[in-house]
């Protein structure tokens, strides 16, 4: 079983910065790769950025050129920095480990994010 625990959210205002942490623990070697998700009040979850298993990276058009995956192995870390924040970017950001057909296998509990105008 994996445990993913996120960090880093909270409020600021649009054309701010954040960057959240995902800690991973319990049975990392069942992970064949990390994404970030997020959910906004009222719609479906959505994949905002995730590494393929090749250690390349994806990312919703939404966030392209904002957002950046990033990884430290020594820590079984993931991150992800926010640049140019708005308040669209505005739900409940997820850390998630995908198994090696990219379906999500773990959820983390969530980090609340708030762009304000």
């Known amino acids: 079983q994996v445990q993913l625990v996120e960090s880093g959210g909270g409020l600021v205002q649009a054309g701010e910065s954040l960057r959240l942490s995902c800690a991973a623990s319990?049975?990392?070697?069942?992970?064949?790769?990390m994404a970030w998700c997020r959910q906004a009040p009222g719609k479906q979850r959505e994949l905002v950025a995730h590494f393929t298993s090749g250690g390349s990276t994806n990312y919703a058009d939404s966030v392209k050129g904002r957002f950046t995956i990033s990884r430290d192995n020594t820590k079984n870390t993931v991150y992800l920095q926010m640049n140019s924040l708005k308040p669209e970017d505005t739900a409940v950001y997820y850390c998630?480990?995908?198994?090696?057909?990219?379906?999500?296998?773990?959820w983390g509990q969530g980090t609340q994010v708030t762009v304000s105008s």
């Open positions: 319990g049975n990392i070697f069942s992970i064949n790769t």
């Open positions: 998630a480990a995908m198994d090696r057909y990219y379906a999500i296998t773990s």
